[in-house]
Protein backbone atom coordinates (compact mmCIF):
# COMPACT_ATOMS: atom_id res chain seq x y z
CA UNK A 1 0.00 0.00 0.00
CA UNK A 2 1.15 3.74 -0.70
CA UNK A 3 0.14 4.62 2.72
CA UNK A 4 2.43 1.88 4.48
CA UNK A 5 5.11 2.90 2.10
CA UNK A 6 5.05 6.47 3.09
CA UNK A 7 5.06 5.46 7.41
CA UNK A 8 1.46 5.63 7.23
CA UNK A 9 -0.15 2.76 9.53
CA UNK A 10 -3.85 2.13 8.91
CA UNK A 11 -6.42 1.03 11.64
CA UNK A 12 -9.83 0.32 11.10
CA UNK A 13 -12.30 1.38 14.20
CA UNK A 14 -15.82 0.28 13.40
CA UNK A 15 -18.94 -0.24 15.15
CA UNK A 16 -19.60 -3.52 12.95
CA UNK A 17 -19.25 -6.95 14.02
CA UNK A 18 -15.82 -9.39 13.83
CA UNK A 19 -17.25 -11.65 11.09
CA UNK A 20 -18.10 -7.97 8.37
CA UNK A 21 -14.93 -6.75 9.45
CA UNK A 22 -13.24 -9.65 8.39
CA UNK A 23 -14.53 -10.04 5.21
CA UNK A 24 -14.05 -6.49 4.04
CA UNK A 25 -10.73 -6.69 5.04
CA UNK A 26 -10.29 -9.77 2.90
CA UNK A 27 -12.00 -7.91 0.02
CA UNK A 28 -9.58 -4.66 0.02
CA UNK A 29 -6.58 -6.78 0.73
CA UNK A 30 -5.98 -5.67 3.65
CA UNK A 31 -3.72 -7.51 6.50
CA UNK A 32 -4.98 -7.90 10.00
CA UNK A 33 -2.01 -7.56 12.84
CA UNK A 34 -2.18 -8.94 16.22
CA UNK A 35 -5.59 -9.53 17.60
CA UNK A 36 -8.59 -7.94 16.41
CA UNK A 37 -10.11 -6.38 19.63
CA UNK A 38 -13.57 -5.73 20.42
CA UNK A 39 -15.31 -2.78 22.30
CA UNK A 40 -16.07 -5.25 25.35
CA UNK A 41 -12.44 -5.42 25.94
CA UNK A 42 -11.61 -1.72 25.68
CA UNK A 43 -14.17 -1.10 27.82
CA UNK A 44 -12.11 -3.79 30.87
CA UNK A 45 -9.03 -1.79 29.53
CA UNK A 46 -7.20 1.06 31.40
CA UNK A 47 -5.84 3.80 29.57
CA UNK A 48 -2.48 2.72 29.89
CA UNK A 49 -3.30 -1.08 28.71
CA UNK A 50 -5.09 0.47 25.91
CA UNK A 51 -2.16 2.23 24.82
CA UNK A 52 -0.14 -0.83 24.83
CA UNK A 53 -3.02 -2.97 22.84
CA UNK A 54 -3.24 0.23 19.76
CA UNK A 55 0.19 -0.45 19.20
CA UNK A 56 0.19 -4.36 18.59
CA UNK A 57 -4.01 -4.50 16.87
CA UNK A 58 -5.09 -2.71 14.04
CA UNK A 59 -8.81 -3.50 13.90
CA UNK A 60 -10.77 -2.49 16.83
CA UNK A 61 -14.61 -3.63 16.04
CA UNK A 62 -18.47 -3.19 17.94
CA UNK A 63 -16.53 -0.06 19.22
CA UNK A 64 -18.72 2.86 20.74
CA UNK A 65 -18.04 6.54 19.40
CA UNK A 66 -16.10 6.76 23.28
CA UNK A 67 -14.08 4.12 22.94
CA UNK A 68 -13.44 5.32 19.46
CA UNK A 69 -11.94 8.59 21.30
CA UNK A 70 -10.15 6.40 23.81
CA UNK A 71 -8.42 4.85 21.02
CA UNK A 72 -7.62 7.71 19.05
CA UNK A 73 -5.88 9.58 22.30
CA UNK A 74 -4.24 6.51 23.26
CA UNK A 75 -2.61 6.71 19.42
CA UNK A 76 -2.23 10.56 19.48
CA UNK A 77 0.51 9.45 22.82
CA UNK A 78 2.94 8.07 20.25
CA UNK A 79 2.28 9.52 17.05
CA UNK A 80 -0.04 12.19 14.69
CA UNK A 81 -3.25 10.94 14.34
CA UNK A 82 -5.34 11.09 11.63
CA UNK A 83 -9.45 9.70 11.64
CA UNK A 84 -11.19 9.35 8.76
CA UNK A 85 -15.37 8.44 9.06
CA UNK A 86 -18.05 9.76 7.18
CA UNK A 87 -21.17 9.37 9.61
CA UNK A 88 -23.01 10.90 12.80
CA UNK A 89 -20.57 8.30 16.03
CA UNK A 90 -17.39 9.38 13.78
CA UNK A 91 -17.96 12.97 14.34
CA UNK A 92 -16.34 13.37 17.90
CA UNK A 93 -13.52 11.35 16.57
CA UNK A 94 -13.12 13.14 13.92
CA UNK A 95 -12.98 16.51 15.60
CA UNK A 96 -10.45 14.85 18.58
CA UNK A 97 -7.43 13.28 16.10
CA UNK A 98 -4.54 15.59 14.79
CA UNK A 99 -6.46 15.79 11.75
CA UNK A 100 -10.29 15.42 11.12
CA UNK A 101 -11.02 13.53 7.50
CA UNK A 102 -14.39 13.27 6.44
CA UNK A 103 -16.06 12.64 2.64
CA UNK A 104 -18.22 14.47 0.24
CA UNK A 105 -21.37 12.31 0.79
CA UNK A 106 -20.84 12.16 4.69
CA UNK A 107 -23.52 13.54 7.27
CA UNK A 108 -23.31 17.31 7.73
CA UNK A 109 -21.71 16.67 11.46
CA UNK A 110 -19.12 14.65 10.28
CA UNK A 111 -17.88 17.04 7.42
CA UNK A 112 -17.96 20.07 10.17
CA UNK A 113 -15.72 18.28 12.20
CA UNK A 114 -14.00 17.61 9.79
CA UNK A 115 -10.12 19.43 8.53
CA UNK A 116 -9.94 17.53 5.22
CA UNK A 117 -12.98 16.77 3.20
CA UNK A 118 -12.22 14.00 0.22
CA UNK A 119 -14.47 14.96 -3.06
CA UNK A 120 -12.93 11.95 -4.55
CA UNK A 121 -13.08 7.67 -3.68
CA UNK A 122 -9.65 7.53 -4.33
CA UNK A 123 -7.31 7.38 -1.31
CA UNK A 124 -4.39 8.11 -3.07
CA UNK A 125 -5.14 11.69 -2.13
CA UNK A 126 -4.27 11.04 1.08
CA UNK A 127 -0.99 10.05 0.13
CA UNK A 128 -0.27 12.34 -2.01
CA UNK A 129 -1.20 15.28 0.89
CA UNK A 130 1.27 13.75 2.44
CA UNK A 131 3.92 13.50 0.23
CA UNK A 132 2.95 17.13 -0.41
CA UNK A 133 3.15 18.07 2.72
CA UNK A 134 6.85 16.53 3.56
CA UNK A 135 7.87 18.28 0.76
CA UNK A 136 7.19 21.22 2.10
CA UNK A 137 8.20 21.35 5.65
CA UNK A 138 11.51 19.94 4.03
CA UNK A 139 11.93 23.38 1.83
CA UNK A 140 10.90 25.30 4.33
CA UNK A 141 13.83 23.77 7.07
CA UNK A 142 16.26 24.20 4.00
CA UNK A 143 15.09 28.18 3.73
CA UNK A 144 15.96 28.50 7.73
CA UNK A 145 18.93 26.62 7.47
CA UNK A 146 20.02 29.20 4.69
CA UNK A 147 19.01 32.24 6.20
CA UNK A 148 19.79 31.32 9.94
CA UNK A 149 23.71 29.99 9.12
CA UNK A 150 23.67 33.37 6.34
CA UNK A 151 22.96 35.81 8.72
CA UNK A 152 24.87 34.32 11.87
CA UNK A 153 27.94 33.69 9.80
CA UNK A 154 27.47 37.41 8.09
CA UNK A 155 27.15 38.96 11.65
CA UNK A 156 29.56 37.05 12.93
CA UNK A 157 32.48 38.30 9.70
CA UNK A 158 31.20 41.76 10.55
CA UNK A 159 31.84 41.79 14.23
CA UNK A 160 35.21 40.07 14.08
CA UNK A 161 36.22 42.47 10.80
CA UNK A 162 35.49 45.74 13.01
CA UNK A 163 37.98 45.28 15.35
CA UNK A 164 40.55 45.59 12.86
CA UNK A 165 39.31 47.14 9.74
CA UNK A 166 39.53 51.02 9.61
CA UNK A 167 36.44 51.26 7.28
CA UNK A 168 33.09 49.57 7.03
CA UNK A 169 33.59 45.84 5.13
CA UNK A 170 30.08 47.02 3.01
CA UNK A 171 28.69 50.12 2.51
CA UNK A 172 24.96 50.51 3.55
CA UNK A 173 23.33 50.32 0.37
CA UNK A 174 25.76 47.69 -0.89
CA UNK A 175 24.38 45.65 1.92
CA UNK A 176 20.77 46.36 1.27
CA UNK A 177 21.66 45.36 -2.24
CA UNK A 178 23.11 41.84 -0.95
CA UNK A 179 20.14 41.04 0.88
CA UNK A 180 17.94 42.11 -1.93
CA UNK A 181 19.98 39.52 -4.40
CA UNK A 182 20.00 36.89 -1.56
CA UNK A 183 16.32 36.85 -0.99
CA UNK A 184 15.35 37.17 -4.86
CA UNK A 185 17.90 33.33 -4.61
CA UNK A 186 15.39 32.16 -2.29
CA UNK A 187 12.18 32.87 -4.26
CA UNK A 188 12.25 29.23 -6.42
CA UNK A 189 13.30 27.51 -3.11
CA UNK A 190 9.41 26.39 -2.08
CA UNK A 191 9.86 24.54 -6.12
CA UNK A 192 13.08 22.44 -4.90
CA UNK A 193 13.19 18.69 -5.53
CA UNK A 194 13.21 16.40 -2.61
CA UNK A 195 14.86 13.52 -2.12
CA UNK A 196 13.16 10.45 -2.16
CA UNK A 197 14.46 9.09 1.23
CA UNK A 198 13.60 12.65 2.73
CA UNK A 199 9.81 11.87 1.80
CA UNK A 200 9.51 8.07 2.80
CA UNK A 201 9.24 8.73 7.01
CA UNK A 202 7.23 11.81 8.57
CA UNK A 203 9.66 14.42 9.87
CA UNK A 204 8.75 17.69 11.75
CA UNK A 205 10.83 20.96 12.37
CA UNK A 206 13.44 20.39 14.76
CA UNK A 207 14.73 23.61 16.08
CA UNK A 208 17.77 22.30 18.06
CA UNK A 209 19.01 20.80 14.68
CA UNK A 210 18.34 24.23 13.28
CA UNK A 211 19.99 25.91 16.21
CA UNK A 212 23.07 23.11 15.96
CA UNK A 213 23.55 24.04 12.26
CA UNK A 214 23.74 28.24 12.55
CA UNK A 215 26.31 27.57 15.32
CA UNK A 216 28.06 25.03 13.23
CA UNK A 217 27.84 26.68 9.05
CA UNK A 218 27.81 30.01 10.12
CA UNK A 219 31.51 29.97 11.53
CA UNK A 220 32.43 28.13 8.34
CA UNK A 221 30.95 30.92 6.48
CA UNK A 222 33.14 33.84 8.24
CA UNK A 223 36.10 31.86 8.32
CA UNK A 224 36.28 32.34 4.25
CA UNK A 225 34.95 36.02 4.73
CA UNK A 226 38.26 36.73 6.94
CA UNK A 227 40.30 34.78 4.82
CA UNK A 228 39.18 37.16 2.24
CA UNK A 229 39.76 40.12 4.52
CA UNK A 230 43.27 38.94 5.38
CA UNK A 231 44.34 38.49 2.04
CA UNK A 232 42.55 42.18 0.62
CA UNK A 233 44.35 43.95 3.64
CA UNK A 234 47.61 42.07 4.07
CA UNK A 235 48.41 40.71 0.49
CA UNK A 236 47.08 42.46 -2.15
CA UNK A 237 46.62 45.73 -0.13
CA UNK A 238 43.46 46.88 -2.17
CA UNK A 239 41.77 50.36 -1.33
CA UNK A 240 38.36 50.63 0.21
CA UNK A 241 36.02 50.69 -2.27
CA UNK A 242 38.05 47.71 -4.08
CA UNK A 243 37.63 45.38 -0.56
CA UNK A 244 34.14 46.43 -0.40
CA UNK A 245 33.31 45.40 -3.97
CA UNK A 246 35.39 42.41 -3.68
CA UNK A 247 33.44 41.31 -0.40
CA UNK A 248 30.34 41.74 -1.57
CA UNK A 249 30.82 39.73 -5.15
CA UNK A 250 32.34 36.89 -2.95
CA UNK A 251 29.28 37.33 -0.42
CA UNK A 252 26.55 36.79 -2.77
CA UNK A 253 28.54 33.96 -4.85
CA UNK A 254 28.89 31.82 -1.37
CA UNK A 255 25.35 32.74 -0.06
CA UNK A 256 23.93 31.24 -3.38
CA UNK A 257 25.50 28.57 -4.34
CA UNK A 258 25.84 26.92 -1.38
CA UNK A 259 22.20 26.57 -1.37
CA UNK A 260 23.19 24.04 -3.67
CA UNK A 261 24.90 22.05 -0.43
CA UNK A 262 22.20 22.30 1.55
CA UNK A 263 19.46 21.35 -0.15
CA UNK A 264 20.26 18.21 0.48
CA UNK A 265 22.04 15.40 2.56
CA UNK A 266 23.77 13.71 -0.49
CA UNK A 267 26.07 15.07 -2.98
CA UNK A 268 24.74 17.72 -4.53
CA UNK A 269 24.09 17.31 -9.06
CA UNK A 270 24.94 14.04 -8.67
CA UNK A 271 22.97 12.10 -5.88
CA UNK A 272 20.72 15.14 -5.91
CA UNK A 273 19.31 17.06 -8.53
CA UNK A 274 18.00 20.72 -7.81
CA UNK A 275 15.21 21.84 -9.81
CA UNK A 276 15.74 23.64 -13.04
CA UNK A 277 14.08 27.03 -12.12
CA UNK A 278 16.20 26.94 -8.88
CA UNK A 279 19.46 25.91 -10.56
CA UNK A 280 18.81 28.72 -12.99
CA UNK A 281 17.73 31.60 -10.56
CA UNK A 282 20.66 31.25 -8.75
CA UNK A 283 23.30 30.67 -11.74
CA UNK A 284 21.67 34.33 -12.87
CA UNK A 285 22.04 36.04 -9.52
CA UNK A 286 25.90 35.16 -9.27
CA UNK A 287 26.10 36.55 -12.81
CA UNK A 288 24.86 39.55 -11.94
CA UNK A 289 26.91 39.89 -8.72
CA UNK A 290 29.92 39.46 -10.67
CA UNK A 291 29.08 41.94 -13.59
CA UNK A 292 27.78 44.66 -11.61
CA UNK A 293 31.21 46.36 -10.63
CA UNK A 294 31.54 46.55 -14.58
CA UNK A 295 27.69 47.91 -15.26
CA UNK A 296 26.28 51.68 -14.85
CA UNK A 297 24.58 50.76 -12.19
CA UNK A 298 28.44 50.39 -10.30
CA UNK A 299 28.84 54.20 -9.62
CA UNK A 300 25.20 54.39 -8.08
CA UNK A 301 26.33 51.38 -5.35
CA UNK A 302 30.12 52.76 -5.12
CA UNK A 303 32.03 49.84 -6.73
CA UNK A 304 35.00 49.66 -8.45
CA UNK A 305 35.83 46.79 -11.53
CA UNK A 306 37.89 44.37 -9.85
CA UNK A 307 40.87 43.11 -11.67
CA UNK A 308 41.53 39.32 -13.03
CA UNK A 309 43.15 38.35 -10.30
CA UNK A 310 40.70 39.49 -7.77
CA UNK A 311 38.13 37.67 -9.57
CA UNK A 312 40.68 34.64 -9.28
CA UNK A 313 40.69 34.87 -5.86
CA UNK A 314 37.29 35.09 -5.48
CA UNK A 315 36.98 31.94 -7.55
CA UNK A 316 39.21 29.95 -5.41
CA UNK A 317 37.56 31.04 -1.89
CA UNK A 318 34.42 30.07 -3.39
CA UNK A 319 35.54 26.42 -4.28
CA UNK A 320 36.78 26.07 -1.38
CA UNK A 321 34.07 27.25 0.97
CA UNK A 322 31.57 24.94 -1.28
CA UNK A 323 34.42 21.98 -0.10
CA UNK A 324 34.56 22.63 3.12
CA UNK A 325 30.76 22.72 3.49
CA UNK A 326 30.08 18.99 2.28
CA UNK A 327 32.94 17.77 4.11
CA UNK A 328 31.56 19.43 7.21
CA UNK A 329 27.95 18.56 6.19
CA UNK A 330 28.78 14.61 6.07
CA UNK A 331 30.38 15.25 9.45
CA UNK A 332 27.18 17.34 10.98
CA UNK A 333 24.79 14.47 9.91
CA UNK A 334 26.51 11.67 11.15
CA UNK A 335 26.46 12.94 14.42
CA UNK A 336 22.77 14.80 14.57
CA UNK A 337 19.70 13.37 13.29
CA UNK A 338 16.77 15.74 12.57
Not at 219 to 225: A, N, R
Not at 279 to 305: D, R, W
Amino acid sequence: MLLKSAGIEVKIITGDDEFVTRKVCEAVGFKIKGKIIHGNDISQMTDDALERVVEKSNVFVRVTPAQKNRIVNALRKRHVVGFLGDGVNDAPSIKQADIGISVDNAVDVAKESADIILTTTDLKVLYDGVIEGRKTIENTSKYIKMAVSSNFGNMLSVAIGSIFLPFLPMLPTQVLLNNLLYDVSQLTLPLDNVDEKVVKKPKKLNVDTLKKFMVVFGPVSSIFDLLMFFILLTIIKVNESIFQTTWFVESIVTQTLVIFAIRTRAVPFIKSKPNKLLALNIILLVAIAILLPYSPLATLFKFEQLPLRLLLVIFVIVLSYLTLVEITKLVFYKKVEE
